[in-house]
């Protein structure tokens, strides 16, 4: 079974602190990606990554960098954290060719 | 502006019967789509898929159905269950990546 895990669970930051999202994924999949869920808005795309060291912009890249220096690991950065940041973040995997996206547990972040 | 839409936020069935569950989508260059399954705490699971070619996809309990000239996709659950009591997405493919309804609640009463 394809593993996707997420550093955290839960998470509680204070307004301008630096953020670090972790993902992992064990299948070696080419392909991964950041998503943010917010009731009535779905999933939006943050970030994606195609290959290591190579990402792309999503629908909403503003305020969040990524990092991917190892095939495996997709990190999302929240440099310095807002209220309006709070979300479920989802990490994704897939191989590539394969439409189908494996997802992880979620975090939920709170920015106070 | 909102490319893939789930008007129904919400959903209540009578375990048994069949769940239907929408979508709509503005952009006719889409040429695959999926559904996801979500409990809470956890992580989307894929559920069934579609390409433009074909017009119906089944798998068990799950069809999805594809209306090209209408842009409208539809998930039929039959018979639904109390276990697939989830918030649904429908996906839509575009340029490199997938665009996410805001997804239906959908709960099957026992």
Avoid at chain 1, 8 to 33: A, I, P
Avoid at chain 2, 24 to 35: A, I, P
Avoid at chain 2, 74 to 91: E, K, M, N, T
Wanted: glycine share 8%; hydrophobic share 30%.
């Amino acid at each position: 079974d394809v593993k996707v895990t997420q550093s955290s669970r839960y998470l509680v930051k204070r307004t301008g602190e630096k953020v670090f999202l972790e993902c992992v994924q064990d299948m070696d999949h080419e392909n991964m990606f950041w998503y943010r869920q917010d009731p009535g808005l779905g999933l939006r795309l943050i970030y994606f990554s195609y290959d290591v060291k190579m990402k792309e912009k999503g629908d909403i890249p503003e305020g969040y960098s990524v990092s991917r220096e190892k095939k495996e690991r997709f990190s999302l950065i929240l440099e310095s954290a807002s209220t309006n940041q709070t979300s479920m973040y989802l990490c994704a995997s897939s191989p590539g060719g394969i439409r189908e996206q494996y997802f992880g547990p979620g975090t939920r972040l709170t920015v106070t | 502006d909102q490319q893939v839409k789930q008007n129904s936020p919400s959903l209540s069935v009578q375990e048994g019967r069949i769940s239907i569950l929408n979508c709509d989508y503005t952009n006719s260059m889409f040429d695959y789509f999926l559904w996801y399954k979500k409990y809470p705490a956890e992580g989307p699971t894929f559920l069934i898929s579609i390409s433009s070619i074909k017009d119906k996809n089944e798998d068990g309990r799950f069809t999805v159905f594809l209306n090209k000239s209408a842009k409208h996709l539809s998930l039929h659950i039959v018979p639904s269950q109390p276990g697939d009591s989830a918030v649904y997405f429908c996906a839509a493919e575009g340029t490199y990546k997938y665009i996410f309804g805001t997804g239906t609640r959908l709960k099957v009463l026992a």
